[in-house]
């Protein structure tokens, strides 16, 4: 590699990460400054009006002049602004996928609210208390949805391609064909895979539609060919330390990234910290636990949740019934063995949606031609069995509203992994038993990202990412999902 590399413009090459994050970063500045001017100066002209003065409070000169309440707007806007930008809310390490740029947009607006009590106190200034407690709290929360509503966009664009950094993979075949599958499943998260670097007597086992630029000597000609922009070491096996120095001195700085992957995935954020020591960057993973206050935190939630859901949805239970009573023949509820926590079986309760001799025709209905479900679970978008009343409850995952009962009970969570049955967990390899570490949900990762659409790779790699990773937070974010894919159907079958 040559040092000249660094120093060339690679004219006519498609936009940069640094060209789209700066246009998107430009919206994001005049969206946040109209949505603080709205609250700020909405929140004065309703509490205050819009020409209203506040005094300074001294008692060493009690005839200091009177400040405009329109002034203290004016220098709150500025400093809320300098803060977003000054914090990086805007910065594409944190836009468009995970938490962080939510929490950064908190954090600012936190700090303006503290600065200016702080100014207030030291100038002996009296602001008026409702102006203060709901023009931030309000501010932080229209930041926060109309960051939200971006980011919607940002996933469209992102689908289709667009606002993405182009990523050429650096490293074994193996390594490289993992991490684009990884990729691959998350188009929002914003790395659209153009190519690969591997060792050339292996470029023949790269996946289809992997394209393949040449070795590992030609990565600088492979970035120019493929409009790369992103350099992703998958694996460091035939690449030294040395190796590695010299191929980030030949990037391009502020046109060309350079990222590596540790061979770690489906592990959360939060459970990975970066320490550096002598340069070398170590990376501490948590190991995940199951009891303490986390899990009593979690329990308390569960009873409170069922209960009031249990109450609240008390005339839908009876309507349900009574129309399963009369619709078909047989009992209201149906009682099912599943595996719960730590391998324990339990009797689920969900509505009885099906005909009573449902159990008996299992081996008929397997047979039949059908495209959904996989290897382990049984699924068929038209099963036969299925009553009229059931197949609207479905639909919707009503026949599933009396696991609340469950959930009071102990034996299931609001959130967890899909409780499966005794002849599923028989097929299980080793690996799966780690989802008896929680109790099974009644809604999970499994059940807000495609249902019974996914593959049974999927399926078990959602739960178990769930059970590595869970968190209260979590649990709130796929109750929230949990409507919106209730209200879509889709995979509910």
Do not use: C
Not at 318 to 338: E, K, N
């Amino acid at each position: 590699m040559t040092a000249a590399v660094s120093g060339r413009r690679s004219e006519g090459a498609n936009p940069s990460t640094l060209g789209w994050s700066t246009a998107y970063s430009r919206r994001l500045v005049v969206t946040d400054l109209l949505v603080i001017v709205w609250v700020v100066f909405g929140v004065q002209i309703a509490w205050l009006g819009l020409w209203s003065n506040l005094a300074t409070n001294s008692d060493t000169n009690p005839n200091d002049a009177t400040i405009s309440y329109t002034a203290v707007s004016l220098a709150v806007i500025l400093l809320w602004m300098a803060a977003l930008g000054y914090y990086n809310t805007r910065g594409d390490r944190v836009i468009g996928v995970g938490s962080s740029e939510y929490r950064l947009v908190a954090d600012a607006s936190g700090r303006v609210f503290g600065l200016l009590a702080i100014l207030a106190f030291l100038f002996h200034v009296e602001l008026a208390r409702g102006y203060v407690l709901i023009a931030f709290p309000l501010g932080i929360a229209v930041l926060l949805f109309s960051r939200w509503m971006w980011r919607q966009w940002l996933v469209v664009q992102r689908m289709n391609g667009r606002y993405s950094a182009k990523v050429l993979l650096v490293g074994s075949v193996d390594t490289v064909r993992h991490l684009a599958r990884q990729l691959a499943r998350q188009p929002e998260a914003g790395y659209r895979v153009v190519g690969a670097a591997v060792p050339a007597s292996r470029a023949a086992e790269l996946d289809e539609g992997l394209v393949f630029f040449g070795g590992f000597g030609e990565i600088p000609s492979a970035l120019e060919r493929s409009g790369a922009d992103t350099v992703v070491i998958t694996s460091s096996d035939d690449l030294p330390p040395d190796r590695v120095r010299e191929l980030s001195w030949a990037l391009e700085p502020g046109r060309q990234h350079l990222v590596v992957a540790p061979s770690l995935t489906d592990i959360g954020g939060p459970r990975i910290h970066t320490r550096p020591v002598q340069g070398l960057p170590l990376i501490h993973v948590e190991t995940p636990t199951y009891d303490g206050r986390k899990l009593y935190v979690k329990r308390s939630f569960d009873v409170v949740g069922a209960g009031v859901l249990v109450v609240v949805l008390s005339p839908l239970l009876l309507v349900l019934a009574l129309a399963i009573r009369f619709g078909s023949r047989g009992p209201v509820l149906f009682l099912q063995p599943r595996v719960g926590l730590n391998g324990k079986p339990f009797r689920m309760i969900k509505f009885r949606s099906m005909v009573v001799d449902a159990e008996d025709r299992l081996q008929e209905v397997s047979t039949l031609d059908r495209a959904e479900g996989n290897d382990v679970l049984f699924k068929m978008r038209d099963d036969p069995r299925v009553t009229r009343i059931g197949g609207f409850m479905r639909r919707f995952s009503l026949d599933e509203v009396p696991q609340l009962f469950n959930v009071l009970a102990g034996s299931m969570s609001l959130v967890g992994p899909r409780p499966p049955l005794q002849r599923e967990v028989e097929r299980y390899d080793l690996h799966v038993h780690r989802r008896f570490l929680v109790k099974p949900g009644m809604t999970g990762l499994w059940q807000v990202s495609g249902r019974s659409d996914l593959s049974w790779e999927d399926s078990v790699r959602l739960d178990l990412y769930y059970v590595e990773n869970w968190s209260m937070t979590s649990d709130l974010i796929i109750l929230w999902r949990t409507a919106k894919a209730v209200a879509r159907s889709s995979g509910a079958y």
